[in-house]
């Protein structure tokens, strides 16, 4: 019980430590888990950030889920994820609380009007990180500029989008697969 | 029942979006076409706030959300909806991480899913940019290629991704930073007039 409450209270402070989501939790993740805690080592650790950033969800849940697991089972792994959204939980909701309050004022909605600017750049900047990523050959170029235009064009379902990828994805691999055989 | 509806809508969202909170951008667009729990210029109110707040921006955009269709219930429901399938995903995956990374099948999926969700962010990044810095409204109405740009907007996006890029000094400064500046240019000059 007390290691529950120490994954909780770990995580919790994880979560509420980390600006810019994901990314910016790695630091942190290494200072408390790491070395403080030592409840896993930095291999693992990136282990854990790649999977997170391949597989369903959140890389911060992902993460959190993986180190919970692994110090104290599932259970461990629920307690952690909770512990790392419970900032979140808290804050936004008081923020959404008084943001209704303000939609109004006119500081607020020019504020948001730059504010709104800075975050097309913010995403740039991410888009293009995530492109020297995994934009690796032709077919990933092609996989992005389909479902970059189909998203754009059409009004289809992104669940469509990630599965037909997946399935392109396999397809190109056991190709290539059966061409070195 | 709102709750159970809202937690379906986030279950779907956590268990496709591959790549992070920004990949779930494009579900909540979705979401917003579907349903009227919250408009585009509220999700980019929702990004901004994510992002410059602690905490993973997936779950404050969560929560934000679903604090819009039901109050903070339903702010908690949305966040529980959005991270049970990678809970349960991720649990099982730890247990067989060996395999799982050894496996070919799986690799090969992933080779194709991280280009997609590159794409999936890049396309709801571009949806937004669209109706803030272009107002086809304004160019029918005048008639006038001046008014089809947000010039505002244009100069304070390519000033900041300069010094958020190129700038030695600047270029590794908080993101947070960047909003507040952003934030305080807005005020200055009344970026949402313009939008009028």
Not at chain 2, 144 to 152: Q, V
């Amino acid at each position: 019980m007390k290691d529950l409450f120490e994954l909780f209270i770990t995580f919790a402070r994880i979560g509420g430590l980390t600006f810019g989501g994901g990314y910016a939790m790695l630091p942190i993740l290494q200072r408390e888990v790491v070395d403080i805690k030592k409840w896993t080592t930095t291999e693992e650790l990136m282990d854990y950030y790649a999977i997170g950033q391949t597989t369903p969800g959140l890389i911060a849940v992902n993460t959190a889920t993986f180190i919970g697991q692994r110090y104290r089972g599932t259970l461990g792994g629920v307690v952690a994820t909770f512990g790392v959204i419970f900032p979140s939980l808290f804050i936004i909701s008081i923020i959404a609380m008084f943001m209704n309050n303000f939609e109004d004022s006119i500081v607020l909605q020019n504020a948001f009007a730059g504010i709104r600017v800075s975050v097309y750049v913010l995403i740039l900047n991410a888009v293009i990180k995530l492109w020297k990523k995994s934009i690796v050959d032709k077919v990933g170029l092609l996989i992005f500029l389909l479902i970059f235009s189909l998203s754009i064009f059409t009004s289809l379902s992104p669940v469509l989008f990630v599965i037909g990828a997946g399935i392109i994805g396999l397809l190109t691999k056991m190709q290539r697969g059966e061409r070195l055989k | 029942m709102i709750y159970l509806q809202l937690y379906y809508e986030f279950f779907q969202a956590g268990l496709f979006a591959v790549g992070g909170g920004l990949a779930t951008l494009p579900f909540l667009y979705d979401i917003s076409d579907r349903t009227s729990w919250f408009t585009y210029e509220q999700l980019a109110d929702m990004i901004a706030i994510s992002e410059s707040t602690p905490g993973a921006i997936g779950i404050n955009m969560s929560t934000y959300a679903g604090y819009m269709a039901a109050g903070i219930p339903g702010g908690i429901v949305a966040s529980l909806g959005l991270i049970t399938p990678a809970v349960i995903i991720i649990v099982i995956v730890a247990q067989f991480l060996n395999k799982f990374k050894d496996n070919q099948y799986v690799q090969a999926i992933f080779y194709g899913l991280r280009p997609a969700s590159t794409a999936l962010i890049a396309a709801a990044g571009f949806a937004v940019v669209m109706i803030d810095l272009v107002h086809v409204d304004l160019f029918q109405m005048t008639g006038s290629f001046i008014d089809l740009i947000n010039w505002r907007a244009l100069i304070l996006a390519i000033v900041l991704f300069y010094l958020s890029n190129h700038v030695r000094l600047t270029k590794n400064l908080h993101p947070v930073i960047f909003i507040a500046f952003a934030a305080a240019i807005g005020i200055i000059f009344n970026f949402a007039e313009v939008a009028l």
